[in-house]
């Protein structure tokens, strides 16, 4: 085992630089904005966000109808970064299967992989891996795994509160990553990101 600072790396023979699938990022665009909006509107009329009584003048009335509107569209905006984040922490866990297919295929890495029930909170390295290697990423990987973790499929926007997606989505997120990466088992070892190669391609 390599220590540099902090960190602990797992130590692979030889010098060779070993090749992994490119992580190809999937996109969730959203099809119906007009019906999304429709739905954040509901959320905000369910939940009291702004009045709903009659308002006696009609420049008061309209400035209601603008806020809520904006309210709506930053709610679809929201929503839309989840989707995004989400399909962004789809496509790591997927890459961390192809890499794991990777290691059992090569008799000098398959020793570095323990065999686990699936997700196996081991695979934390690949995750750091990707911080390491890919630094320009416009995502936190940690987060965008978690909310996959969190939801096997992404909900529709009416299953949230605006709580939610206005505050509690990252902090979900990221508590849900540490809590199945504190699953591994010490020692924790990280892959040496200089023995590593691969492509992160945006589909």
Same mark, same amino acid.
């Given at each position: 085992?390599?220590?540099?600072?902090? &960190?602990?790396?797992? @130590?692979?023979? =030889?010098? &060779?630089?070993?090749?992994?699938?490119?992580?190809?990022? &999937?996109?969730?665009?959203?099809?119906?904005?007009?019906?999304?909006?429709?739905?954040?509107?509901?959320?905000?009329?369910?939940?009291? +966000? +702004?009045? !709903?009584?009659?308002?006696?003048?009609?420049?008061?009335?309209?400035?209601? @109808?603008?806020?809520?509107?904006?309210?709506?569209? $930053?709610?679809?905006?929201?929503? #839309?970064?989840?989707?995004?984040?989400?399909?962004? =922490?789809?496509?790591?866990?997927?890459?961390?299967?192809?890499?794991?297919?990777?290691? @059992?295929? &090569?008799?000098?890495?398959?020793?570095?992989?323990?065999?686990?029930?699936?997700?196996?909170?081991?695979?934390?390295? *690949?995750?750091?891996?990707?911080?390491?290697?890919?630094?320009?990423? !416009?995502? $936190?990987?940690?987060?965008?795994? =978690?909310?996959?973790?969190?939801?096997? #499929?992404?909900?529709?926007?009416?299953? *949230?509160?605006? #709580? *939610?997606?206005?505050?509690? $989505?990252?902090?979900?997120? #990221?508590?849900?990553?540490?809590?199945?990466? =504190?699953? $591994?088992?010490?020692?924790?070892?990280?892959?040496?990101?200089?023995?590593?190669?691969?492509?992160?391609? !945006?589909?």
């Amino acid at each position: 085992m390599d220590i540099l600072g902090e &960190r602990k790396f797992v @130590e692979i023979p =030889g010098n &060779r630089t070993h090749e992994l699938p490119p992580l190809l990022v &999937r996109s969730t665009p959203v099809k119906r904005l007009d019906k999304m909006v429709s739905m954040a509107e509901d959320i905000l009329s369910s939940e009291d +966000l +702004l009045s !709903t009584l009659p308002l006696l003048d009609p420049r008061i009335e309209l400035e209601f @109808e603008r806020r809520r509107m904006d309210l709506a569209l $930053n709610l679809v905006d929201q929503y #839309q970064t989840f989707m995004h984040t989400w399909a962004w =922490g789809d496509s790591i866990l997927e890459w961390i299967k192809q890499c794991e297919t990777t290691f @059992e295929s &090569r008799p000098d890495l398959r020793p570095l992989l323990k065999a686990d029930v699936w997700p196996h909170a081991g695979r934390k390295s *690949f995750v750091v891996l990707l911080e390491d290697k890919a630094r320009h990423l !416009t995502i $936190n990987p940690e987060g965008a795994l =978690g909310l996959r973790l969190t939801f096997r #499929q992404p909900p529709p926007i009416s299953c *949230f509160s605006d #709580q *939610f997606l206005f505050y509690l $989505n990252g902090s979900l997120a #990221q508590s849900a990553f540490r809590t199945w990466a =504190g699953m $591994n088992p010490d020692p924790v070892s990280d892959l040496p990101p200089e023995r590593f190669r691969f492509d992160v391609v !945006t589909m």
